[in-house]
């Protein structure tokens, strides 16, 4: 496949052993040469040990932005966001400040340091354990509540839904023997979206929300251990978005597996504060523009030679008939009731 990337995806080509360690020497950690990649495509995370260790921590997570993704005040934005939920004793995994500040920069990128948190993914076919990670997303959104993002942008239809369209289609990333079939799908489907944020204009209120809520970034530490229950972690997808933004990727299953989730999760959120009902209108419309963006977002970063390795199946014309297929299924799941809980 040939199609254009973003400018920024080769700049990480730059970013040897050598840059890491040199970047944390000019913050003071100092990484004893032992560097773990961790699992991010979006951006470069390494799990560093330390010669001495920094606050009580002989191993940091050094986390190096995409250039180009974020500028450093919508970056900020994240951390003043993770440093208010810490401030409130919501267990999230902010980044140390350091000098001073939490972003710094060197040879090109913005960086930052935190530190290691161990868990597991969480058992969401337990009630308890989603009812524990409601409340403390009732806690998050009431953190979230305090101020807006001036910087970083709302999670719509526009920019997750259309721009995503358009730009798959300007660069041509659609096989012709399938793009017909799914910018038809797509434009059908996209009506549907458009009438169920409609539905909700009048109730739904946007927030500080985690963004891309999935149960990969919530560790789980066992009852009885230090720091038991859930810790949430990236926020690097945060934006202003409706508050069930942030409950329908912890849902899985078929609709009554998805209802008792749901109840669940509502049963500890609403312990903290209240939860808009209406907003379950957007659960399937939601899953939809995401549908939709992860596709291009597999585009725009194909150049990043990582994509194409780790992600050979995307541009076939068999991925485009599944995309087709997910589309018209998610016609049919915009046209059910919405879940009740």
Sequence with gaps: MHFASDSSSFSFATLGPAVVLDALDTVGVHGDGRLLALGSYENRVYRVHLEEAVRGHEAVVAKFYRPGRWSAAQIQEE?????????????????????????????????????VRGGRPPELDDVEVLEWIGRFLGRIHTVGMGRSFDRRPTLDVPSFGVASA????AQHVIPLEVEREWHGAFEQALVLVNEAFERGAATRQTLRVHGDCHPGNILWTPAG??????????????????????????????????TTQLSALLDGYEQVRDFDRAEL??????????????SAWLARRWQDPIFPINFPWFGTPDYWRGQVHMLNEQIEAMQEPALVA
């Excluded at 920069?105 to 935190?114: C, D, L, R």
């Excluded at 358009?166 to 289609?169: A, D, K, S, T």
Aim: hydrophobic content about 45%.
């Design 79 to 115: 951390h003043d966001f993770a440093l208010d939920l810490v401030a409130q004793e919501v267990p999230v995994v902010a980044p140390l400040e350091l000098q001073g500040r939490t972003l710094h920069e060197a040879q090109g990128f913005y960086f930052s340091v935190s530190p």
């Design 166 to 169: 358009q730009y798959l289609q």
């Design 281 to 294: 209108a957007l659960i399937e419309a939601l899953r939809t523009l995401r549908l939709v963006h992860y």
């Design 225 to 258: 251990m230090p720091g038991e229950g859930p810790h949430f972690v990236d926020l690097d997808d945060a934006r202003m978005g409706p508050a069930v933004q942030d409950l329908w990727m912890l849902l899985s299953g078929d609709r009554r597996q998805r």
